[in-house]
């Protein structure tokens, strides 16, 4: 679903709401363990929302917007890999569009804190003995015993972007 609403006939004008979106629905037996889920690694839904505001007579614009998307989990014989974000990414702008002839716009991003979250849940067996440094590993199966699981998060603060564009 794509959609722009142009403000001007309730008398903000100059101003625009731009909105899209995709949701998706999937299902399969798992060959493997023949549980109904999701195709691997398959879009559950994006979104992407931004007002934008051209003040009439002049050259500033200002605006906002927010983002945001989902997967499902990616499966492979021997694993689980899962991301998550932990927040929409948003920002807010400010924009001349004529500055020596150039466009600058001041962006702010990540208004609400958007983390990521990785999980991989690997299985089969370790071998060898607890504290040794060379320890190997031998690949299972999903529907065998989880062998380690590694668990990465980041958070992010405030993006600052400067951006000009035009012909130099």
Same mark, same amino acid.
């Given at each position: ?8 006939p ?58 945001d ?12 890999? !899962?991301?998550?974000?932990? @927040?929409p ?5 400010? +924009? ?5 002839? *150039? =466009? $600058? ?8 804190g ?13 071998l ?11 690949r299972?199966? !999903?529907?065998?015993?989880? @062998?380690?699981v590694?668990?990465?998060?980041? +958070?992010?603060?405030l993006?600052?972007? *400067? =951006? $000009?564009?035009?012909?130099?």
């Open positions: 679903m794509v959609t722009s609403i142009l403000f001007d309730i008398g903000w004008n100059g101003a625009k709401l731009d909105v899209e979106g995709e949701l998706r629905k999937s299902s399969l037996r798992d060959p493997l363990t023949g549980i109904h889920r999701r195709i691997s690694d398959d879009k559950i839904f994006t979104y992407e929302a931004t007002l934008r505001h051209d003040i009439p007579g002049s050259n500033w614009a200002w605006g906002a917007g927010v983002e998307f989902r997967y499902s989990d990616f499966l492979r014989l021997d694993q689980i890999t !899962r991301f998550r974000t932990g @927040a990414y948003s920002w807010i702008f400010v +924009e001349h569009k004529n500055v020596f002839g *150039l =466009t $600058v716009q001041a962006n702010l991003g990540n208004l609400f958007r983390s990521e979250n990785f999980t991989r849940t690997a299985f089969g067996d370790l060898g003995q607890p504290g040794d440094l060379d320890r190997g590993f031998m299972g199966r !999903r529907n065998g015993p989880v @062998a380690f590694e668990d990465r998060s980041r +958070e992010f603060g993006i600052y972007r *400067l =951006t $000009v564009s035009g012909s130099f």
